[in-house]
């Protein structure tokens, strides 16, 4: 069985920087999409940002430009460095990874943006 495992999350004031790291444990996976997640207090999940095993990368228009996902496929690893956090950057972010054959979320990490 797959999990996925993150971490990175914490407090940090506004303009400051996080990376969020998300590993898949368990053997004889591969992933086509890997990326990122997340859920504001009151609102729906959104997409953060996604990366394809050949290198395709879909970002929120929102983080565009200071956001920049990263993945290291014999890992099985996805990154989210985040930069010029801004207070509404404040969710639970949660990893994703998809094959033909499965979806796969991690628990989720808070990041907490102060102002």
């Known amino acids: 069985q797959v999990q996925l495992v993150e971490s990175g999350g914490g407090l940090v004031q506004a303009g400051g920087s996080l990376r969020l790291s998300c590993a898949a444990s368990?053997?004889?996976?591969?992933?086509?999409?890997m990326g990122w997640y997340r859920q504001a207090p009151g609102k729906q999940r959104e997409l953060v940002a996604l990366?394809?095993?050949?290198?395709?990368?879909n970002i929120a228009d929102s983080v565009k430009g200071r956001f920049t996902i990263s993945r290291d496929n014999a890992k099985n690893t996805v990154y989210l460095q985040m930069n010029s956090l801004k207070f509404e950057d404040t969710a639970v972010y949660y990893c994703?990874?998809?094959?033909?054959?499965?979806?796969?979320w991690g628990q989720g990490t808070l990041v907490t943006v102060s102002s």
């Open positions: 368990g053997n004889g996976f591969s992933f086509n999409a």
């Open positions: 990366k394809t095993s050949g290198g395709s990368t």
């Open positions: 994703y990874a998809m094959n033909p054959y499965r979806q796969v």
